[in-house]
């Protein structure tokens, strides 16, 4: 349910008022009732800090100083003898947070060393969501095995892991609403229901709805006008046709996968350096929706583009090794201590982000135990693991560490580096030369076999001068020494690895038996694939992923495409399909989904085509009484739901609606070099936000994200993200209303419009309205927008003549005010 708020000046200490009352509600919920993602968090990123660092001392088995244990949900929230330790939904007052910060020199937990900087931002943001915790009042083995031994063959029995069905299409009565499969398959489950579906959806909203939805950007009003001169049966048709040949298409469903792909411009974490070529992979990734790239063949070069047949093509060659910065993107500890932790480390990364991301299944649970809701042993983890020891992510494990990057400079490229690297070499024997044949003569002049200290200083002034240019020549030409272009991924590596031993608990200091390759074995449809001796079997793997038999892969992308398009998936928890997911809310049309996808050969675009064009995508927002009693949460999806435009679509509308846009595509963005540091705690962030380019392109900082991106929910670049929240707090209201940026395009706007002196006053707020909303004003808004302009215009009588007055500045906040509004952000 989306909550619609209109903010005035006047009312925003009311919403502050109402935002830190549900921000408490919401907290206690979060304890009491954990969510099944709140639940998930705390199962991969808490429990394990606790029961690492905090039971030896804090627990009912061991022991409970301070009267505090950690190892039950009462125990956390009571707290010890000193009061609560943490206060849910508020870090700042909490104790635990207050002692893992370390900056209270008296209280300082653990005490002998302190947390990563990631186990404290974890921490922080589980008191933040409300500290969910799934354990009882009686403390259990801490993360030991499972009381039961994994059953595969129950397990093969939960939904997600069945093959795809293929359901017939459900009898319907109001068969004149059928447009599509889809609409059958939703208007059945509504009949049952006795609901009606809601009307079709006025035409100006349904173009600002589709044009947002496949580029991010308002309608022109160009667009609109001919839309809605256009009678035809098929006009709507004709829209999305040409909404997905433009190349912004690309660059909006291309930020929907980096969200899954948990891409960023830098580490983050403990060594925050640049990933200078970052960039690469992103434009990667709008040009393969741009040209629509089967999702099997994305999936397969992003997992084992290098491994995969060679074409002949340079072209294809590079695009496949850019791919595989799917691999390389995470977050890494570039200054842990222990090198094998470090790279189990980001094998777990690696393996937790394919599970979420084409499987929704959180595979990283496993690491330590037998995995405590879904049906994956940790053998099945470590035959995982097994694939990516085998391949080679780092170049270099020493402090600093080195990710590795695969060349992909181009011929022209590679002639430029040879007659530089000749040049340089000139450079430098001529630099050598010439001071060997000054110091033979000096040898000569001496008569002696040995130079003496600081020959040059006995050099002839001549030669002084020639060595002082030639070194100031081969200086700035080591300071202008091209880099040939590469791209962030990985490579097969030296030792690949038949079997590899389960480390018991998580550690590899404690190892178990050896296991072969592997997949998860729960997984029916595709036999499990044989590796080869000679490659790590990623590729084996990628293509096992990408089989028509795969229960999981189709389901979770199709999954994901709808909900990117209805707000929330048919399966709500859109990055787990499992035990703690959410079951499908009609199972049978997410099959049908899947099949359709797979019949279509993975094509995105057709699977665009066939929801867009249906009964149920063309709804109204409208929701009857009938609808709002028997489905108030919209599941049956009996209207279109509301919703709230993501950070870079807000963004980018602004300068939008101002033309101030920049539609320039692709290229390095982040203001850095490669692997230069771009912000932590001790140094400045050189980062800049200034760029009228489109957001998909402003550089995105692990632990310094862009303020306005903070405020309108941008997902953790550090972690796959497949549906982002949408909250509505003061601050946003506040942002629209005193942002630089906001104001400035409003200024701009303004301009515009009085810059067209035939235009009435009238006529000039109708354009407003238009630009902004996709309509003109209703007569009552109208009124009001003219009589705001008078009052603001009437404080100065030279307003009228004197350009960058009153008039200009009464313009400019009329403008701010339709932008401001709660009608530009959201999609009806």
Request: glycine share 6%.
């Amino acid at each position: 349910m989306v909550l619609k708020v209109q903010v005035a000046p006047l009312c925003l200490l009311t919403l502050a008022g109402a935002g830190l009352l549900f921000a408490r509600l919401t907290a206690a919920a979060g304890a009491e009732f954990p969510t099944s993602q709140g639940i998930e968090f705390f199962e991969a990123r808490i429990r394990p800090i606790f029961v690492d660092h905090c039971y030896k001392c804090h627990s009912s088995k061991e022991k409970f100083k301070g009267g505090l244990t950690l190892d039950t949900r009462e125990g956390v929230l009571k707290g010890g003898d000193s009061g609560p330790v943490i206060h849910p939904g508020f870090p700042d007052k909490s104790r635990l947070i207050e002692a893992v910060r370390y900056k209270n020199l008296d209280f300082q937990m653990p005490p002998k060393s302190p947390l990563r900087p990631d186990q404290v931002r974890d921490l922080e943001k589980w008191v933040q969501m409300g500290a969910p915790d799934p354990r009882d009042s009686t403390p259990t083995a801490a993360l030991g095995p499972r009381t039961r031994p994994v059953d595969l063959e129950e397990g093969k029995k939960f939904w997600a892991f069945q093959p795809i069905n293929d359901p017939p299409l459900p009898q319907v009565e109001s068969q004149e609403w059928i447009r599509s499969p889809i609409d059958a398959f939703i208007l059945a489950k509504l009949e049952k229901e006795q609901i009606k579906p809601a009307r079709g959806a006025d035409r100006r909203a349904l173009l600002r709805r589709a044009t947002f939805d496949l580029t991010g950007l308002p309608p022109k009003p160009n667009e609109m006008a001919s839309f809605l001169s256009d009678s035809s049966p098929d006009a709507f048709a004709k829209v999305v046709d040409r909404l997905l040949e433009s190349p912004r298409y690309g660059e909006r469903w291309g930020r929907h996968w980096m969200d899954v792909a948990r891409y960023a411009d830098s580490n983050g974490l403990d060594e925050n350096v640049a990933f200078g070529n970052a960039w690469r992979y992103r434009d990667y990734v709008v040009r393969a929706f741009n040209q629509d790239k089967p999702f099997d063949q994305f999936l397969i070069e992003q997992l084992a583009g290098d491994l995969l047949p060679p074409t002949g093509s340079i072209a294809v060659k590079h695009e496949r090794l850019t791919a595989l910065g799917f691999l390389s993107l995470g977050p890494k500890l570039l200054a842990e201590t222990d090198k094998v932790k470090l790279e189990m480390d980001f094998i777990d990364e690696q393996i937790e982000t394919i599970g979420r991301a084409f499987l929704g299944v959180t595979l990283g649970c496993a690491r330590c135990h037998d995995h405590k809701f879904d049906p994956v042993p940790t053998e099945d983890y470590y035959a995982l693991a097994a694939i990516f020891k085998s391949t080679h992510t780092m170049d270099d494990l020493r402090t600093v560490a080195r990710w590795h990057e695969p060349e992909i400079a181009l011929p022209k490229e590679l002639e430029t580096k040879a007659a530089f690297d000749q040049l340089l070499d000139k450079t430098k024997f001529a630099v050598t030369n010439l001071i060997a044949t000054a110091n033979k003569r000096l040898l000569e002049e001496l008569k002696t076999n040995s130079l003496p200290a600081n020959p040059e200083s006995r050099y002839p002034t001549n030669t002084l001068s020639e060595l002082k240019t030639l070194k100031e020549q081969l200086k700035k030409l080591e300071a202008e020494a091209p880099e040939l272009s590469s791209a962030m991924g990985v490579k097969d590596g030296t030792n690949i690895l038949k079997t590899f031993p389960v480390h018991i608990r998580g550690s590899h200091l404690t190892l178990g038996k050896p296991v072969p390759r592997g997949v998860p074995r729960v997984m029916t449809g595709p036999a499990a694939p044989a590796f080869g001796d000679h490659q790590s079997g990623r590729l084996e793997l990628a293509r096992w992923l990408a089989s028509r038999e795969h229960p999981l892969t189709a389901r979770v992308i199709v999954n994901r495409i709808w909900s990117w398009h209805f707000g929330r998936g048919l399966v709500d928890s859109t990055d787990n399909f499992g035990a703690l997911g959410d079951l499908p809310s009609h199972p049978d049309l997410l099959d049908w989904l899947a099949r359709h996808f797979i019949k279509e050969d993975w094509s995105m675009k057709a699977m665009h085509r066939l929801i867009m064009r249906s009964s149920t995508y063309q709804m109204a927002a409208s929701k009857d009484p009938v609808a709002a009693l028997r489905d108030p949460d919209n599941r049956l999806l009996s209207h279109f739901p509301i919703r709230r435009l993501e950070a870079e679509e807000i963004r980018d509308a602004l300068l939008s609606v101002a033309e101030s846009l920049d539609l320039t595509m692709g290229g390095k963005t982040i203001p850095v070099k490669n692997r230069e540091f771009v912000f932590n705690h001790t140094s400045r962030d050189a980062t800049t936000y200034e760029s009228t380019r489109r957001a998909l392109y402003l550089p995105i900082i692990r632990n310094h994200l862009y303020d306005f991106f903070e405020q309108f929910d941008y997902p953790d670049p550090a972690v796959p993200t497949g549906n982002r929240g949408a909250t509505v707090i003061a601050p946003q209201a506040l942002l629209m209303m005193n942002s630089e940026l906001v104001e400035q395009v409003s200024s701009q706007l303004a301009a515009r419009l009085l810059k067209q002196a035939r235009l009435t006053d009238a006529e000039r707020v109708e354009q407003i309205s238009l630009i902004a909303y996709g309509r003109p004003p209703a007569q009552k808004e109208l009124e009001r927008a003219l009589a705001f302009l008078r009052q603001l215009q009437d404080t100065n009588s030279k307003a009228k003549t004197e350009p960058g007055g009153e008039r200009a500045q009464a313009w400019g906040a009329l403008c701010q005010t339709f932008l401001a509004a709660n009608e530009f952000i959201y999609l009806q």
